[in-house]
């Protein structure tokens, strides 16, 4: 991001200040450290206790892993990775005023390895050229975004052997909802929101 980006961005974290809310890095080297985020509707940062769960899950894969979060929202997911010692982290979020904040607080944390981009994932995944060990699946509902994903994925061969996904939807999956090549090794619930893990 260019020296004018990082000033529209920082300006856009000001005017949005009012409608800002707030996100807790949960575990790792930031732990404890408060992050703003923009108020979006559409957008669902996932709660402390799914967060707490999941790396929980990830605890023995996460340091030294490339992480891809595609549909980034708050950016909470892959913000959390790096505080946790992931070498890499991509964080994709199509919402532009998204996307600035993000990138807004990975600067004032000073989190290495970290990119945000700001593109839809059907884009990024057309033109990334690398392989990632973890991936974070969380995107919006009822647009079928989550199974042409993970076709995606496998298709252009992003992922690494033994990758491990992580899946939010709307409804209970099955290892029928996903590529025949990954099984779901966790699944939990929280409110209306399921919550999976699958093993490649």
Excluded at 136 to 160: M, Q, T, V, W
Aim: aromatic fraction near 8%; glycine fraction near 6%.
């Amino acid at each position: 991001m260019s020296r004018w980006q990082r000033v529209v961005a920082r300006q856009a974290a000001v005017d949005i200040l009012v409608m800002t809310r707030y996100l807790r890095i949960i575990g790792g080297k930031y732990r404890g450290r408060q992050l703003n985020f923009a108020n979006i509707p559409e957008i669902r940062p996932t709660p402390d206790r799914v967060r707490e769960t999941l790396f929980n899950w990830l605890q023995h894969v996460i340091s030294g892993a490339h992480c891809l979060d595609l549909f980034a929202g708050s950016g909470i997911l892959g913000i959390e990775s790096a505080s946790r010692g992931a070498a890499r982290v991509d964080l994709v979020e199509s919402n532009l005023q998204a996307a600035m904040q993000i990138h807004c607080c990975v600067e004032d944390t000073e989190l290495d390895g970290v990119q945000v981009h700001n593109l839809s994932a059907g884009c990024f995944l057309d033109k990334v050229q690398r392989k990632y060990n973890v991936i974070f699946l969380d995107p919006p509902y009822g647009k079928g975004l989550l199974e042409s994903s993970c076709r995606i994925l496998e298709k252009n061969a992003l992922l690494a052997d033994n990758a491990h996904i992580y899946l939010e939807s709307e409804q209970q999956l099955t290892d029928k909802d996903i590529p025949h090549n990954w099984r779901l090794v966790r699944a939990k619930k929280a409110g209306q929101v399921f919550y999976h893990l699958a093993l490649r």
